[in-house]
Each structure stands twice: as structure tokens, then as C-alpha cells.
């Protein structure tokens, strides 16, 4: 139970990567508040994690929405009488992509405003609240695409690589304040968001031969090292950003196709 | 008791690091076997852990000897029957010396230990792996030299600039064999070799207005990053290093010190 005690915010916990970390939070014995746009998901998950003999609760907040956000770590404190872990999972991705030639505005800002801005909010947020007691622990979700792009999505990629300078230049801002502040770079990782961009065989073919350790992630894989930096077995690490992708940055070509 | 029931080799285990992580994996549930050129030192570790109801023995092993290396391992399986984890640790650090001055015999050295012998030791316990079917886990220890560098240090930050590569590659290579290799890169640690620097107050707050979190990092602090890499909650991870470091990779500038911390 390495959360004993510990109140712990994830956002977009309603599916995918947030869902794992939550259940995962939970059953190591942190009070979850379960944030998430996607309501059915969000309430899903807080009642399965009851069930299940944990402590979570659901809240409504779309994170690029300062006012959402703040209030999203009032309910923590009201429900639970602290914060010591946000976890930031929250994140959208366009489906199908967008030639560069043809990325719209109105979709960069869209992208930008809740995956970097939005991160920026919530960590802001959850951060003025922790540094009244000095210890907290704020984990963002970047991607293994900040450092290896793909072609057709400029802003995902950017708005991931800007979680990675925020998640620094936030490190060193709180650091004399107790609050340690990382993020984990998911490799391909099983989950409806990356169901946008594995839509057939080949694509899938084309991750793995990118995978040594050929196979998708699981949330499950996310969750553990989301624990990790949770915990006080990563106390003297912050500002880094953890990769968790099979492999796939150490690889110069491609990997034999397996039978 | 995370690595409940894991075996695991830990070379450089009479001291530092490799004592505080042996520590750790014994009070999670590993039976473990050092690794060391110090005999006495490596010998109290056993004796130490073995009195506190865990599993542990000592063999000498110097990393330069590719056959006390063989034996290291061959022991290693002898006492455990499989080998899950290697905690690859064993390394020098050697004076600083102005880089013209830098002589051959010095640099050939310090590759020698720090590179070769993590490269013998890991070989030897990769073979072992993959001849038992096992889907184990290697740590190599790196720095964070590994990405940064001191000019008095060239072999030793060429060494640990290696031990990153030498990270990658076997990640590559074993990765067929469900063989995870990750690294390890701590920051300044509290270590005998450390604490000789840290007298002088001038050197001490160099260095602390290099670490956002304002302290010196106790071997501990490593421990927690290898305990999580040697377990399955990081069975997604491979040729990735980790940086106990108290954010100095992320740091630009300096951060104030007011006061030194109390000894």
C-alpha cells in the first residue's frame, strides 16, 4: 500500500491510461478524485474502485478551463482534506490526423489548449495547494512522439514536447517548495486513443517493427511507473521525464518482423 | 515486498550505491550475491544482511578478470540455481586531472573497469538468461555524466557516456529474449569519494546551487529508481536511463544557497 493516506487527483480518468493509474492509486490505498470531460467513464471508474473496497469520487473538469481546474483541487480538499499526487492524464489527440499543409488553426489552439494548457492549469492548481504544506508530487503525461515525431500531428507532437519544458521549468520553480514535478513518456500503449492511429494491420505491423519489445503497452505499464513517481522512491528525481515505450527511442533501424 | 522471491547478482556491493541497493532488494524480498573487490567491506555486507534473516553471500570479483568474472556468475547461479536481476554497479571514478595531462595508462583504466567490466559482467549474466529462458532485468549504473560532463573527468565521463550506449545497445539485443536493460544515472551522492569534496564549504555550495532540491543525495535515493527497474512495474522499460539527480539535468543557471545543511 504505497499510497497510504496519500489524495491523489487524476485527470482523464475516465479511460485509457488515466483509468489504469487510477485503479492502480486506489488499490495501493490513495483517495482518488477521478477528473474526466467523459462523465459515463468518470463515474464508471470511481464506482468500480468503491466497489472494489478503495476510496474514489467523480468530478466533472475539462482542464483547459482555469476555473475547472482550480476547482477540480478544491474538491479534493473538501472531499479528502489534502493533496499530495496530481496526476495529469487529460489529453486529446485528432482523429485521422492533419497534413501539416492542412492542420487548422482552430485545431492547433483545440489540441495546445488542453494538452499543454491544460496541463499547465491543473499543475498550477494542484501546486499552490501543495506548496502550503511543502510536499506534493505532480506527474505529467508527454509522449515517446516529443522526441520521435510523426508527420500528421504537428500540434499533438508539439503540445507533448511542451510538457516536457513545462514539466522542467515547473521542477525548478517548485523545487525549494517542496513539490517535485515529472512526466512519463508513453511509448504505444493499448488504448482508444491509439486506436486513432493504429486503423488497420499495417499500422500495426509498422509500430512493432519500431518496438524491441514487440508488444503494445498496457495502461498497467503507465500505472507502475506512475507509482514510482508518486512515491518516495523517486524522491531525489524531478524534472525528467520517464519514457515507457518497449524500447523504440534506443532503436536506430527497425526490428525483424516476428512470425 | 516487491522483488519477493527475485535473485539477484550486485557487483561494487561492498559500499555506496551497491551497499544501499543491496540493502533494499533484501528487505524486498530478493536473495542476493555481491560482488566486490573489497573484501572486507563486501563480506560485512553479507554478513550484515544475512544477520537480518536475508539471503546473501559475497564473492570476490574484480570486473578487469574476465574469469573472476565467469566464476562471479557461476557462483552467483551455484547459491541462487537462476539469476533474475543484475545490478551492474561496479565502477571507479578516479582523480580529476586537466585534460592534457590526462595520461594513457590513467584513461585505458578507468574504460577498463567502468566499461569493460560492466560489459564482461553483463555479457556473462545475459548468457545465463537467455540459456535458462529467463526474462530478468539489468541495471547498469551510469551517472549523470552520462549526459553532462566535468573537463577534469574526460575518461570518466567518456566512461559513463559509454555505459548509456553500452545501455541501449543490449536493450536492443536482448530485447527478443524478454531482457530488459536499464540504466541508472545518479546525481552527487554521499559517498566516501564525495565527501572528501564536500569539506571545503566553496566546493559545497557549488555544488548544492546545482541541485534544485537544495541536497546532497544519500545512496538511498538510488536505491528507489533500481528497486523500480529491477521489478515488473517497469516490464515496459528497456534502454532507458533514470536520473536520481535532485533535478540538476533540468537546471539552467544556479539556484541560491543560504545555508549549508546541518551535518
Known amino acids: 500500500m504505497r499510497l497510504e493516506g496519500k489524495v491523489a487527483i487524476v485527470t482523464g480518468a475516465g479511460r485509457g491510461i488515466g483509468r489504469g493509474c487510477a485503479k492502480r492509486f486506489a488499490a495501493e490505498g490513495a483517495a482518488v478524485v477521478a477528473a474526466d470531460v467523459y462523465d459515463e467513464g468518470g463515474v464508471e471508474v470511481a464506482a468500480e474502485i468503491e466497489s472494489e473496497g478503495g476510496r474514489a469520487i467523480f468530478a466533472h473538469c475539462d482542464i483547459s478551463d482555469s476555473v475547472q481546474a482550480a476547482a477540480l483541487v478544491q474538491t479534493a480538499v473538501d472531499t479528502y482534506g489534502g493533496l499530495d499526487v496530481s496526476l495529469n492524464c487529460a489529453g486529446i489527440i485528432p482523429i485521422d490526423g492533419s497534413d501539416v499543409l492542412e492542420t487548422e488553426e482552430v485545431e492547433w489552439d483545440r489540441v495546445i489548449g488542453v494538452n499543454l494548457k491544460g496541463t499547465f492549469l491543473i499543475c498550477q492548481a494542484a501546486a499552490r495547494e501543495m506548496t502550503k504544506k511543502g510536499t506534493g508530487s505532480i506527474i505529467n503525461i508527454a509522449s515517446v512522439t516529443a522526441l520521435m515525431a510523426i508527420g500528421n500531428q504537428a500540434a499533438y507532437v508539439a503540445s507533448k514536447a511542451g510538457v516536457n519544458g513545462l514539466t522542467k521549468s515547473m521542477a525548478i520553480g517548485l523545487a525549494h517548495r517542496g513539490v517535485r514535478v515529472n512526466a512519463i513518456g508513453p511509448g504505444s500503449i493499448e488504448t482508444d486513443m491509439m486506436a486513432v492511429i493504429l486503423t488497420d494491420e499495417e499500422a500495426t505491423a509498422r509500430v512493432m517493427a519500431r518496438t524491441p519489445l514487440n508488444r503494445m503497452g498496457q495502461p498497467e505499464d503507465i500505472a507502475g511507473t506512475a507509482l514510482f513517481l508518486a512515491s518516495d522512491d523517486s524522491s531525489y528525481i524531478t524534472g525528467q521525464t520517464i519514457y515507457v515505450e518497449g524500447g523504440r527511442l534506443a532503436l536506430n533501424h527497425t526490428m525483424p518482423p516476428k512470425g | ?263
Request: charged share 20%; with cysteine; net charge negative.
Open chain 2, 1 to 263: 515486498m516487491r522483488l519477493e522471491g527475485k535473485r539477484a547478482l550486485i557487483t561494487g556491493g561492498g559500499r555506496g550505491i551497491g551497499r544501499a541497493c543491496a540493502r533494499r532488494f533484501v528487505a524486498e524480498g530478493a536473495s542476493v550475491v555481491l560482488g566486490d573487490i573489497l573484501l572486507d567491506e563486501g563480506r560485512a555486507v553479507a554478513a550484515e544482511l544475512t544477520q537480518a534473516g536475508g539471503k546473501a553471500t559475497f564473492v570476490e570479483c574484480d570486473v578487469t578478470d574476465v574469469g573472476q568474472v565467469n566464476n562471479f556468475v557461476a557462483a552467483g547461479v551455484d547459491a541462487l540455481g537462476e539469476i533474475d536481476i543484475l545490478f551492474n554497479n561496479a565502477g571507479i571514478i578516479g582523480p580529476g586531472t586537466d585534460f592534457l595531462e590526462t595520461t594513457e595508462d590513467e584513461f585505458r583504466r578507468i574504460i577498463e573497469i567502468n566499461v569493460f567490466g560492466a560489459f564482461r559482467v553483463a555479457q556473462a549474466t545475459g548468457r545465463h538468461m537467455v540459456d535458462q529462458g529467463i526474462s530478468g532485468s539489468i541495471i547498469n549504473t551510469g551517472s549523470m555524466v552520462s549526459a553532462l560532463a566535468n573537463p577534469d573527468q574526460a575518461a570518466y565521463v567518456s566512461s559513463k557516456h559509454g555505459i548509456h550506449g553500452l545501455t541501449k545497445a543490449m536493450a536492443l539485443a536482448l530485447a527478443e529474449h524478454g531482457i530488459r536493460v536499464n540504466a541508472v544515472g545518479p546525481g552527487t551522492i554521499k559517498t566516501a569519494v564525495a565527501e572528501a569534496v564536500l569539506v571545503n564549504e566553496t566546493a559545497y555550495r557549488r555544488v548544492l546551487s546545482r541541485i534544485p532540491l537544495g541536497y546532497i543525495g544519500e545512496p538511498e535515493d538510488v536505491a528507489g529508481p533500481v528497486v523500480f527497474l529491477a521489478s515488473d512495474e517497469s516490464s515496459y522499460m528497456t534502454g532507458q536511463i533514470i536520473y536520481p539527480d535532485g533535478g540538476r539535468l533540468a537546471l539552467n543557471h544556479v539556484m541560491p544557497v543560504k545555508e549549508l545543511p546541518a551535518a
